[in-house]
């Protein structure tokens, strides 16, 4: 990134930004809200996989993921198209293909940002239009002394993968298995001395957009809650 | 490493460990040094464990982590991406359902359903006698004989729900018969 500005113009909104950023956070910055789950601030190269960021760029053949295009001068976006909503509506209804609906009993109920994305492209959050999956998963993984993760709630978008495997100290998540059957797993944590790091840093569960990984303990007392 | 490894344990683990595993265990401690201590050398590692010992143990990715200094879920999650690694003993009978294209279409997943049920266990597990293991492989190459098993070596053709039932039942007399002719000679 270069102090050198450059000015794009966002759905009839002039932003000038340093040249060199990714169009997502930009627009971000400057309320332009598109909906995002796999893309983290500071990340080098985003693995645009949820394909949520979806915008029209004049001059450029079809859609293009915000999240991996670079800001250049004179750039002209569009966010609120038909046609973009349309495609951001196919993929949240593929990733959601596969979620069981159980919000009332999910932990992250009301702060959960796939919620909000739902509202934002008005769609269910159980799609109807998708023959849906269950994932033959157990319901809860548990054995990492700090986090249990529920594997049917996962949309797989990798930022706590990401987000761990960034900070030098502690357990490392990684995903396994693969397809449709892929979870993200901290396998062998139990038994790993790295683990107890984990207690002080919560930082995967903190970027879960939904309520997939959390701590134990918050997990435990909100069990014991809903009962 | 393998003592050193085992007293990190805590005592139910350390008992989850039996004679069979532990000699799997040291055999791969004493291989290991051989091998170049290089993230790459990941896979043919993993690979070399499990031509030897049929499978993986789950301290043995421990240790493989340890010595080519990456974590234990990363090894995890690549040698659970790949197909050809297992995590518990093969069975002495190992069942291969085939579930290529034509046997897919001649219905392999009721046949690979049915040994689940007649056995007891899902495919990729051993039976706890360590008789039989179940798993499900692509084309074995004979889709004119769909849908078709492999058992230890011999292809079973036309697989039908009573013919699974057959299967089994002849290897459970063939192991009756081994026993009594056993029981013969020591008399």
Known sequence: ?227 | MLNKLLASLDESERAAVDDEEYAVLKAVAAELPSVKRDVLELIPTLQLIQTKHGYLPRLALRMVADHLGTTVSKVYGIATFYNQFRFNPPGRNPIKVCLGTACHVKGGEIILENFERRLGIKENETSEDREYSLERVACIGCCALAPAVVVGEKVEAYVTPSKVEGIITEIEVRKEMAAREQKKDEE
């Not at chain 1, 400057?30 to 080098?44: R, V």
């Not at chain 1, 319901?139 to 002394?145: A, E, Q, R, S, T």
């Not at chain 1, 970027?207 to 134990?216: A, D, F, H, R, W």
Request: glycine share 6%.
């Open chain 1, 1 to 227: 990134m270069s102090d050198k500005l450059v000015t794009i113009t966002v759905d009839d909104k002039e932003i000038s930004a340093p040249a060199g950023s990714y169009l997502l956070p930009v627009c971000l910055e400057n309320d332009i809200y598109i909906p995002n789950l796999c893309y983290l601030e500071g990340m080098e190269t985003p693995p645009a996989s949820c394909r949520l960021c979806l915008v029209e760029i004049e001059g450029r053949p079809g859609p293009q993921v915000s999240c991996r295009c670079l800001i250049e001068d004179g750039m002209v976006v569009k966010t609120n198209s038909e046609e973009i909503l349309k495609l951001r509506q196919i993929a949240f209804r593929l990733l959601v293909s596969t979620n069981d609906g159980s919000c009332k009993s999910c932990i992250s109920n009301r702060s959960c940002e796939l919620q909000q994305i739902a509202k934002f492209l008005h769609q269910p959050l159980r799609t109807k239009r998708l023959r849906h999956i269950d994932r033959a998963y157990p319901p809860l993984i548990d054995d990492h002394p700090y986090l249990v993760y529920e594997p049917k709630k996962c949309l797989l978008c990798g930022r706590c993968v990401y987000v761990c495997n960034n900070i030098e100290k502690g357990y490392k998540l990684s995903f396994a298995q693969r397809g449709m059957d892929t979870i993200v797993s901290f396998f062998g944590s139990d038994l790993d001395p790295a683990s107890a790091f984990c207690k002080e840093c919560f930082a995967c569960t903190e970027v879960c957009p939904v309520g997939s990984l959390s701590s134990k303990e918050k997990w435990k007392a909100f069990v014991d809650g809903l009962k």
